[in-house]
C-alpha cells in the first residue's frame, strides 16, 4: 500500500477534481481512511456497512448500497 497519496491524487483532490470514491473492501476502505486527512471534502460510496464501518467517520457524506453487489453501489450515485 502506499504511504502517502500519490501528488496527482493530492492535486486532483485540491482543486475539487474527485468529488467521491466507490469502496468495494474494507481493506481499501482502511487504506483509504489512512491516507485521507482531512477527509470532510470526499464523499464515500460503499458496498456494504462493513466497508463504511473500516472507512471511519468525518468523510463529507457516506452512502452504503441497500445490496452488496455493484448495481446498488451504483444506485447510490444517482442519489447525491
Not at 474527485?18 to 481512511?33: D, E, F, H, N, T
Amino acid at each position: 500500500p502506499y504511504a502517502a497519496l500519490p501528488d496527482d491524487i493530492k492535486a486532483a483532490l485540491a482543486e475539487g477534481k474527485i468529488q467521491g470514491v466507490l469502496l468495494y473492501s474494507p481493506r481499501s476502505a482502511a487504506i483509504l481512511s489512512g491516507l485521507m486527512v482531512p477527509r470532510h471534502s470526499l464523499r464515500l460510496f460503499c458496498l456494504s456497512e462493513a466497508v463504511a464501518q473500516a472507512a471511519g467517520a468525518g468523510w463529507r457524506d457516506m452512502r452504503v448500497a441497500a445490496a452488496p453487489n455493484e448495481n446498488s453501489l451504483l444506485e447510490c450515485l444517482s442519489k447525491v
